[in-house]
């Protein structure tokens, strides 16, 4: 595999204030064997998710995720149902049809675990976050269950208000193929040949660690004032 990615685009101050809502450009025939609107990942070995504010968008969360240019090539809703599944984030291409939906139908268990589905419902995987009060430490697994990829990091109890990295490491966890960045945005990198069902699977754990993360920053902010 190529080594880990350049970080190109490292905040908000580099990206244009304004995004495209244009396509990025692509060769319009639909890559065989690559899930519809997932073609952009082939070309990028980065990607940013920034999270929107809005007066008007109510109990959910809103996202752009950017490409190493600071060009918005998705966005994401993370959705609260009270009577829903316990996580769910659906991403969509710039001309707001489903991509990606992550989900996870129980959140009350010791350990988590979210499927990340393409359009049409296909599962391309797993992200199992495993209880570990040492380390944060998730494993990305194929339609089988079989692990592809290990995130390890500090624990949510050490580094959980600063910027902080993750590292991608492969299955046998002898080599660094990526990093997650926790900064002003959440940022991965991977390398550009791998699978793009991977990268979209890395895309998913992004937003489930950082849904983890920030569930816990209001969990302790909240404690502090009651």
Same mark, same amino acid.
């Not at 950082?210 to 902010?221: D, G, K, P, Y």
């Given at each position: ?6 970080? =190109?685009?490292?905040?908000? %101050? ?13 060769? @319009? ?10 073609? %952009?990942?082939?070309? =990028? ?5 920034? /999270?929107?504010?809005?007066?008007? $968008?109510?109990? &959910? !969360? ?5 490409d190493?240019? &600071?060009? !918005? ?10 009577? &829903? ?11 707001? $049809? ?7 139908e ?8 979210? $499927?990340? %589905? ?27 269950? *079989? ?17 902080c ?8 966890? /002898? %080599? ?10 959440? =940022?991965?990198? #991977? ?7 991977v990268?979209?699977?890395?895309? &998913?754990?992004?937003? #489930? ?5 920030n @569930?816990? !920053?209001?969990?302790?902010? *909240?404690?502090?004032?009651?």
């Amino acid at each position: 595999m190529d080594p880990p990615a350049q970080t =190109l685009y490292s905040g908000p %101050h580099d990206a244009p204030s304004i995004y495209s809502n244009v396509a990025v450009p692509m060769d @319009t025939m639909v890559k065989k064997g690559v899930p519809r609107s997932l073609e %952009h990942l082939l070309q =990028l070995n980065q990607l940013a998710v920034r /999270q929107k504010f809005s007066v008007s $968008q109510g109990n &959910g !969360r809103t996202f752009d995720i950017l490409d190493p240019a &600071g060009q !918005r090539v998705y966005q994401a809703l993370q959705e609260y149902q009270c009577c &829903g599944p316990g996580y769910n984030v659906k991403i969509m291409d710039n001309s707001e $049809q489903e991509v990606l939906d992550i989900i996870e139908e129980c959140a009350c268990t010791c350990t988590r675990q979210v $499927q990340v %589905h393409s359009f049409g419902g296909n599962l391309l995987g797993n992200v199992k976050l495993h209880s570990n009060f040492l380390v944060t430490h998730l494993s990305v697994m194929d339609p089988s269950k *079989n692990v592809v990829l290990h995130i390890v990091g500090p624990s949510f109890k050490t580094n959980i208000f600063g910027d902080c990295s993750f590292e991608v490491k492969s299955s046998d966890e /002898q %080599h660094v193929v990526g990093m997650f960045k926790n900064e002003s945005d959440f =940022l991965v990198s #991977f390398p550009m040949d791998l699978d793009v069902s991977v990268k979209a699977l890395l895309l &998913g754990a992004c937003f #489930f660690l950082e849904s983890c993360i920030n @569930t816990h !920053r209001v969990f302790l902010t *909240n404690r502090k004032y009651y």
